[in-house]
């Protein structure tokens, strides 16, 4: 079966760096991605990694290790808008979404 | 212009009812889903549907069931409502190419079950 595990809740000062974990099980592998959630809406597409690596797009980054079954999110220079739940996704051997718990960010002031 | 567009954002009613949550969406995607957002705030597929095929996730109760009159819509029945379908239900529609899975979300359904 698959499973995921991320922080449940994380807090962060604005303007600073703040990384997302996620570690995950899985007996067949086609890609990992991560949703952000702000409190009542929508969950918006952020990134998509298939291949080891790092992908940069903006302030967020996004990392994954295939041999590790770990990815995480980075996000520079936080603002307050960056609030919300971030959750990560993992796309099995049959391209189906397998989502996260997510993990809540704080940001303060 | 809404991409995906889902109705009622917001719908209370008594157990034993039956009521329905209706999606559009204008991406031109080929295939739409239906997801259900629990309190613990885990998102479960329910269906995904194209015009080829219809998935189900074998724990969903046959009480619910998704109905498409064509691939712009996706809309979701539900018989005799239980307290436990309590959740945000979201409408998705992604490419038909399975290899991106980036989903767009509707804005969600509120179903409170009393």
């Known amino acids: 079966g698959q499973n995921i595990d991320q922080p449940t809740e994380m807090t962060a000062t604005e303007g600073a760096i703040v990384q997302i974990n996620c570690t995950y099980q899985t007996s067949g592998f086609n890609g990992l991605f991560w949703y952000q959630q702000h409190a009542g809406e929508a969950p918006t597409f952020l990134s998509y990694?298939?291949l080891d690596g790092l992908e940069e797009k903006g302030r967020f980054s996004s990392f994954l290790s295939r041999s590790k079954g770990y990815s995480y999110l980075l996000l520079k220079e936080l603002q307050m808008k960056d609030s919300a739940s971030y959750l990560c996704v993992l796309m099995d051997s049959n391209y189906q979404l397998i989502w996260g718990a997510g993990t809540k960010l704080i940001i303060k002031p | 212009d809404t991409a995906v567009s889902q109705t009622p954002k917001y719908l209370v009613t008594q157990m034993g009812n039956d009521k329905s949550i209706k999606c559009e969406q204008n991406l031109g995607h080929d295939t739409m889903y239906w997801y259900k957002q629990d309190s613990k705030k885990f998102l479960k597929i329910m269906f995904s549907y194209n015009n080829k095929e219809l998935i189900i996730n074998e724990t969903v109760p046959n009480r619910f069931s998704p109905k498409s009159p064509d691939k712009a819509h996706l809309n979701l029945h539900i018989n005799s409502l239980e307290l436990g379908d309590s959740a945000v239900y979201f409408c998705?529609?992604?490419?038909?190419?399975?290899?991106?899975?980036?989903?767009?979300f509707g804005e969600g359904s509120r179903l409170t079950v009393l």
């Open positions: 990694n298939v």
């Open positions: 998705a529609s992604s490419q038909a190419d399975r290899h991106t899975g980036e989903l767009f």
